[in-house]
């Protein structure tokens, strides 16, 4: 049985213990609202990494062999623990990681949501039972073998820690795998916290380890090592690059959740409440920093003016501040950006596209606020006349900043829709089958929404195409990257 998950949050967890860095040496993690250093935790290296490496090794022999229903009885259980402290956990989260309080809280909702998902499918697992040929031999017949591939790497970005960490240890778990959780390094504490619960509720020690530390020295022996089977990540596009460039020649079942730059399509017909609010939820939720986010908005020329005015009206609304606290009503709280870098990136993509003859017509500047003057803030922005060759278009926008173009109709909405290296998700709000269906089949990407922007769900397998990834998270289908499939026939029955 795993140590109780009470010691100090500044360690990180190996084989059922609360331990230091070997090195002895350890990493800030820094608030995004005023820089104030929030904890510390060990800067785990190589070493620690393997360390864990072998925990996992030396688990999965067990782990394997106990029944799913108790292997779902675990994970539930670790549910329950976590779900007792979600209000102190969204506490972390927001400081961590610089989202509001309540959009936090949402966070560990949904990884609550996607465990009690993944508990509930362990013992819905099945292979198949296969008729075979007369001539393989009288009654003889094939079997379709599910077996869990051994150890993983679950390596998670900062911007969603907790349920990106979720869709990789729910599906591994519940298979038999044994996991090493590598969180993003400015955002361990809320990963750290939930895995010591889910050990705290019985895990069997080395199941499910979190090493803390650089990508470069932890994440690369995860890629390296051949012990790991599996390596699930969640990032950058170019970091997807070297995982695939470290971890390939190995052979490891690789998935890749990478960048995106989704388009959302609004036609005369569409629902414009709806379609305002779904804008508003899909760029500027978490500060634009999500994965799946509207980056790029194209409004059909005849609701094009009315749209708009809706939505700057409703930028208008955000009030940038601590994301600790709430702003009277109807101001909407908005955070920092997570890093300075990220605002840098930003501010340099918009001059970008302004040197090209964009118009700002909302925010997209820094503000004069002293109390902000710490912290990575920055005002959301709308952005019209923008070039489609301008980095705004054609890059990776990860913060709050929308180009809104006015398109003559569907064709023309879907061309300049294909015209990106990413293919993550995208949607179209109208009331016309024949239009929607023709986004669904035309556009290039992983989903397509219909009058929707929800990115709550677990239920249905998600995954990128183009430069957006490989493989798929979420859904039953989740589960096949963590399990072998093996033939057998069993032949000679009289
Ligand atoms: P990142 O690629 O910088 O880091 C992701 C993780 O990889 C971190 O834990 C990091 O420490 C680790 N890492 C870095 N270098 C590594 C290496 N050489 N070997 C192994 N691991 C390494 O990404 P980020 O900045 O944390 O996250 C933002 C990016 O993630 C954005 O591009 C965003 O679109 C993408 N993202 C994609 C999805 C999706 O589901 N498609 C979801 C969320 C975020």
Redesign the pocket.
């Given at each position: 049985m795993a140590e109780v998950a009470s010691a100090s949050m500044t360690k990180m967890y190996v084989k059922g213990q609360w331990v230091e860095a070997q090195s002895g040496e350890t990493q800030e993690v820094r608030s995004p609202h005023d820089g104030s250093v929030v904890d510390t935790v060990p800067r785990g290296s190589r070493d620690d990494a393997r360390a864990a490496i072998r925990a996992a090794e030396d688990a999965f022999p067990e782990w394997a062999d106990t029944a799913a229903d108790e292997r779902a009885r675990l994970i539930l259980a670790g549910v329950e623990k976590v779900k007792e402290k979600q209000k102190d956990l969204a506490k972390v989260l927001s400081a961590e990681q610089g989202k509001p309080v309540f959009e936090a809280m949402g966070e560990i909702h949904h990884f609550l949501h996607g465990m009690t998902f993944y508990a509930g499918l362990a013992s819905k697992i099945r292979g198949a039972q296969v008729p075979l040929p007369p001539d393989m031999g009288k009654h003889s017949y094939g079997l379709v073998l599910k077996r869990p591939v051994g150890v993983c790497g679950a390596?998670?970005?900062?911007?969603?820690p907790i349920t990106?960490m979720g869709?990789k240890i729910g599906p591994a778990l519940i298979a038999g795998n044994t996991v090493i959780v590598?969180?993003?390094?400015?955002?361990p504490l809320t990963s750290l916290q939930i895995i010591g619960l889910l050990n705290e509720a019985g895990l069997p020690a080395g199941v499910l380890n979190c090493v803390t530390?650089?990508?470069?020295e932890?994440?690369?022996e995860?890629?390296e090592n051949p012990v790991v089977r599996r390596i699930a990540?969640?990032?950058?596009?170019?970091?997807?690059r070297?995982?695939m460039e470290?971890a390939g020649p190995q052979f490891k079942r690789i998935t890749?959740?990478?960048?995106?730059s989704d388009p959302m399509i609004v036609m005369p017909d569409a629902d414009l409440r709806k379609a305002v609010s779904g804008a508003m939820i899909g760029r500027f939720w978490n500060c634009g920093?999500?994965?799946?986010?509207v980056k790029r908005l194209y409004l059909h020329e005849e609701i094009h003016d009315e749209f708009l005015e809706a939505l700057l009206k409703k930028v208008g609304s955000y009030e940038l501040g601590d994301p600790a606290t709430r702003p009277e009503k109807p101001f909407v709280r908005m955070g920092p950006l997570?890093t300075a870098e990220?605002r840098e990136e930003i501010e340099s993509q918009l001059a970008d596209a302004t040197s090209k003859g964009a118009e700002v017509l909302i925010g997209g500047s820094r503000p004069d606020d002293p109390a902000l003057g710490s912290g990575h803030y920055f005002h959301p922005a709308v952005v019209a006349n923008v070039s489609h060759h301008s980095r705004l278009v054609q890059e990776?926008v990860?913060g709050p900043v929308l180009p809104v173009f006015k398109v003559k109709d569907l064709d023309e909405a879907i061309v300049l829709a294909n015209d990106n290296q990413y293919g993550?998700g995208s949607s179209i709000w109208t009331q016309n089958l024949t239009w929607s269906n023709q986004a669904i089949r035309e556009i290039q990407a992983g989903v397509t929404w219909v009058n929707q922007i929800h990115y709550g769900y677990d239920e249905l397998p998600?995954?990128?195409v183009k430069a957006?990834?490989i493989g798929h998270?979420h859904g039953p289908e989740a589960v096949d990257y963590y399990q072998e499939t093996k033939g057998a026939v069993i032949g000679g029955l009289a």
């Open positions: 390596i998670v970005p900062w911007n969603f990106l869709t590598k969180p993003a390094s400015s955002t530390g650089p990508g470069r932890v994440g690369e995860l890629l990540f969640t990032g950058e596009s170019g970091t997807g070297r995982v470290v890749l959740e990478l960048g995106g920093q999500a994965c799946l986010a997570h990220q990776e990860f993550l998600f995954g990128g957006s990834g998270e």
